[in-house]
């Protein structure tokens, strides 16, 4: 069962001149962009660049630094930072035009990154993170056409096109994924006619509005989709296309996590189908999505989120750090919340269940 790090090993010393581009640096890539680069990579208005090798190398003298703490989503970061730095393949690439932003107040969690390679350029976003902000967003994609994440996406994509010629790759793992889809499909049309793949990792999908665009209709043929066997992220609203199954070493949400997805030399090993469960909450989530309009979605969604604000759980680490004091807080909050709101909540809760009921034979088939 070998992974991202096995395939930095054996193709690690090879270039992209000699070995072509494949899905499975597509999501070393996606996964770089979760790396916080913060005063390391030059930003959109800077015209020079880093190499990853100096840019891995400046984050590793800062983890040997006393107090340091790599701002990370993986436990696996440190690992790939140190596998890239010593990697002819990726060491050589250029970061630039990077860009992080964070608003609570705006529910806004974004972060870019612009890389050159010998082969061509590659845009990716970062996916969500583990703030609670960063979720709430990625729920807010239930009853909102189009999120903050989603117009910087275009806006950045929009930018940096217009600093560096010829083809474009673009790509992002989950949020990150969503944006990569988003942008390329809503961006100018002189700029999407550049983009030649558009990779979407494990990526939640859009409102109606966005797949019948003309933008995604054009951009539709082009765009590659992955999923790991027990998706659940990525099964998550509409998509629009059709997706290529992987197999990852973990199980349930934990397959999520790309450093899990299954490599071969040159590709991501695929499976036949999703799993039963994945089938399941797959068709649960989707019937009580479509027994709510856009209103009553925004309401449930607000009040659990006013819930954990009031619990002041900042992050999604933090509440499973200390799930046994955080968990007392919610519940706490959840007591001071009025009548009606509660009332809601029980009952959207209820509903839930329910559809999960109609949907248990998807299951027991398995």
Same mark, same amino acid.
């Given at each position: 069962?070998?992974?991202?790090?096995?395939?930095?090993?054996?193709?690690? &010393?090879?270039?992209?001149?000699?070995?072509?581009?494949?899905?499975?640096?597509?999501?070393?890539?996606?996964?770089?962009?979760?790396?916080?680069?913060?005063?390391?990579?030059?930003?959109?208005?800077?015209?020079?660049?880093?190499?990853?090798?100096?840019?891995?190398?400046?984050?590793?003298?800062?983890?040997?630094?006393?107090?340091?703490?790599?701002?990370?989503?993986?436990?696996?970061?440190?690992?790939?930072?140190?596998?890239?730095?010593?990697?002819?393949?990726?060491?050589?690439?250029?970061?630039? @035009?990077?860009?992080?932003?964070?608003?609570?107040?705006?529910?806004?969690?974004?972060?870019?990154?612009?890389?050159?390679?010998?082969?061509?350029?590659?845009?990716?976003?970062?996916?969500?993170?583990?703030?609670?902000?960063?979720? %709430?967003?990625?729920?807010?994609?239930?009853?909102?056409?189009?999120?903050?994440?989603?117009?910087?996406?275009?806006?950045?994509?929009?930018?940096?096109?217009?600093?560096?010629?010829?083809?474009?790759?673009?790509?992002?793992?989950?949020?990150? @994924?969503?944006?990569?889809?988003?942008?390329?499909?809503?961006?100018?049309?002189?700029?999407?006619?550049?983009?030649?793949?558009?990779?979407?990792?494990?990526?939640?999908?859009?409102?109606?509005?966005?797949?019948?665009? &003309?933008?995604?209709?054009?951009? %539709? &043929?082009?765009?590659?989709?992955?999923?790991?066997?027990?998706?659940?992220?990525?099964?998550?609203?509409?998509?629009?296309?059709?997706?290529?199954?992987?197999?990852?070493?973990?199980?349930?949400?934990?397959?999520?996590?790309?450093?899990?997805?299954?490599?071969?030399?040159?590709?991501?090993?695929?499976?036949?189908?999703?799993?039963?469960?994945?089938?399941?909450?797959?068709?649960?989530?989707?019937?009580?999505?479509?027994?709510?309009?856009?209103?009553?979605?925004?309401?449930?969604?607000?009040?659990?989120?006013?819930?954990?604000?009031?619990? &002041?759980?900042?992050?999604?680490?933090?509440?499973?750090?200390?799930?046994?004091?955080?968990?007392?807080?919610?519940?706490?909050?959840?007591?001071?919340?009025?009548?009606?709101?509660?009332?809601?909540?029980?009952?959207?809760?209820?509903?839930?269940?329910?559809?999960?009921?109609?949907?248990?034979?998807?299951?027991?088939?398995?």
């Amino acid at each position: 069962m070998a992974n991202m790090f096995d395939y930095l090993s054996w193709r690690g &010393d090879i270039d992209f001149s000699a070995s072509p581009f494949n899905p499975v640096d597509n999501i070393i890539f996606s996964q770089l962009a979760y790396l916080t680069l913060d005063g390391i990579v030059p930003g959109p208005e800077q015209k020079n660049g880093i190499s990853i090798e100096l840019a891995v190398r400046v984050l590793n003298e800062k983890l040997k630094q006393p107090g340091f703490k790599l701002t990370s989503t993986f436990k696996e970061d440190p690992d790939l930072i140190r596998a890239l730095g010593a990697s002819k393949r990726f060491g050589s690439c250029q970061l630039f @035009g990077y860009v992080n932003y964070f608003d609570v107040l705006c529910e806004i969690q974004f972060s870019a990154l612009s890389i050159y390679t010998d082969i061509g350029f590659f845009i990716v976003f970062r996916g969500t993170d583990s703030s609670l902000v960063g979720w %709430k967003e990625d729920f807010n994609m239930c009853f909102k056409e189009v999120i903050p994440s989603q117009l910087e996406a275009v806006k950045y994509l929009e930018k940096m096109a217009s600093t560096i010629n010829g083809p474009l790759r673009i790509s992002g793992h989950s949020k990150g @994924g969503n944006l990569a889809i988003y942008a390329a499909s809503q961006c100018r049309k002189n700029i999407q006619k550049r983009i030649t793949h558009v990779y979407c990792n494990d990526a939640p999908g859009f409102h109606e509005k966005v797949i019948s665009s &003309d933008g995604f209709k054009k951009i %539709k &043929d082009r765009i590659h989709t992955f999923v790991p066997q027990a998706s659940i992220i990525g099964m998550f609203l509409e998509h629009g296309n059709d997706y290529n199954i992987v197999q990852s070493s973990e199980s349930g949400l934990m397959q999520h996590c790309l450093y899990s997805w299954e490599v071969t030399h040159n590709d991501l090993v695929r499976a036949d189908k999703t799993t039963a469960s994945s089938s399941f909450i797959n068709k649960t989530i989707r019937e009580w999505i479509n027994k709510h309009d856009n209103v009553q979605r925004e309401q449930f969604i607000e009040a659990l989120y006013h819930i954990f604000n009031a619990a &002041d759980v900042k992050s999604v680490a933090e509440f499973e750090n200390s799930w046994l004091s955080s968990t007392g807080r919610v519940l706490k909050s959840l007591s001071n919340v009025d009548e009606i709101q509660k009332k809601y909540i029980k009952k959207t809760v209820i509903e839930l269940f329910r559809a999960a009921g109609k949907n248990i034979e998807t299951l027991m088939k398995q």
